[in-house]
């Protein structure tokens, strides 16, 4: 039975009790504390603790408490608790030196699994400084460590993407396939034109969520089969802007957002909510303007039947300066045509859309 000392510091009362039952059924010995104050007058005047569980506390505590007991005693692992709602705070607290990160509601076999993984990296950690190891192998375990946290993160964004894209599923049919395919086929662009995996992540949510403003369009306009009147055509094209005030609000959509916002500009300047032109469109925006103009010439519709790769590429090619930045025009025609035709057919084999658009690690959204 494990007997190690360890300090959980949590502003919630059924946190600390939950987390402090579960150690204490492992064998572990626990000492609760409610508040920053308390928890660093423990740690200063009842020592040792193998580790510390904190709570973040609403961000700034939690954060404050890590650096101090950091600075006190570098070699006590720090594991931080938080909720999804802090998941930017927790990714700043890893890079301030926390050992992992628990994302509530928390399961008792994780915490006890990452509880005995911090013990361990303490000991070995202890018998390595023995040793006097190399400084690089141990700094790049720590990196490690912290790549292996962050994607864990990373991977609840994917989540959190995917449930966006199909509660607008819900709403309007039409775009199911339709997201997946366009940010699949904006993906290849933003490949082939050699952008680094940040800039194409960001272009990545930003075509997949082109119209999540289309939840706030009222159903009578969005699913009306016939054509739409000028003042309904006028409430459609609030979309972007729409789209783009409900992206803004989550942190790591941000720079997503200003793709959803320009999805609809024109390189001449004719397209709307603003009427950007040339440059001024964000390149992101301009490389998915081709691809969702492919997919929307090569998909049936209800006023025509899907149409061939070759009547798209046409077409694509005939726009060029007016609707579409040239530069984008002629790497697009550059590219194979069976491309599209796998992509789309992988599209159609995969449920979820991150295995097949973004199916490199360093590509997750």
Not at 57 to 74: D, K, T, Y
Not at 94 to 121: M, Q, W, Y
Not at 293 to 305: E, F, G, K, N, V
């Amino acid at each position: 039975m494990a007997s190690e000392r360890i300090l959980v510091v949590d502003t919630e009362q059924r946190g600390r009790a939950m987390i402090a039952s579960a150690l204490e059924s492992a064998g572990y010995y626990t000492i609760t504390a409610s508040t920053r104050q308390e928890a660093i007058r423990r740690f200063k005047e009842d020592p040792p603790y193998e580790i510390v569980l904190v709570d973040l506390m609403g961000g700034a505590p939690g954060i404050e408490l890590l650096e101090i007991i950091s600075r006190a005693q570098p070699d006590v692992p720090v594991l931080i608790t938080a909720s999804q709602d802090h998941a930017k705070e927790a990714i700043h607290a890893l890079r301030k030196g926390a050992f992992d990160c628990l994302l509530k509601p928390i399961e008792i076999n994780t915490l006890l699994s990452a509880v005995g993984e911090a013990i361990h990296h303490k000991r070995h950690m202890q018998q390595s400084y023995l040793l006097q190891p190399n400084l690089e192998q141990v700094i790049a375990t720590r990196t490690e460590m912290l790549r292996r946290a962050v994607s864990d993160l990373e991977r609840s964004y994917d989540i959190t993407l995917e449930a966006l894209g199909d509660a607008l599923d819900l709403k309007d049919t039409e775009t199911e396939g339709h997201s997946k395919r366009v940010t699949a086929y904006t993906v290849a662009l933003a490949r082939a034109m050699g952008l680094a995996p940040s800039e194409i992540r960001i272009i990545a949510r930003g075509a997949f969520l082109h119209d999540i403003g289309k939840m706030a369009i009222p159903d009578a306009i969005l699913l009306k089969p016939g054509k739409l009147t000028m003042d309904e055509q006028s409430l459609m094209r609030e979309h972007c802007v729409r789209g783009y005030q409900i992206l803004s609000k989550i942190p790591y959509l941000r720079e997503a957002a200003e793709i959803v916002y320009t999805h609809q500009e024109r390189y001449d300047g004719s397209g709307y909510p603003r009427g950007l032109k040339g440059n001024e469109i964000p390149l992101g925006s301009r490389i998915f303007a081709v691809a969702d103009t492919l997919d929307a010439i090569t998909s049936d519709r209800p006023y025509r039947r899907a149409q061939s790769i070759e009547i798209a590429r046409r077409e694509i090619q005939r726009c060029s300066g007016t609707q579409f930045d040239p530069r984008v025009v002629e790497l697009y025609a550059s590219m194979p045509d069976r491309l599209w035709m796998e992509l789309r057919r992988e599209i159609s084999q995969h449920p979820r859309f991150t295995s097949v658009a973004l199916s490199s690690p360093e590509l997750r959204f």
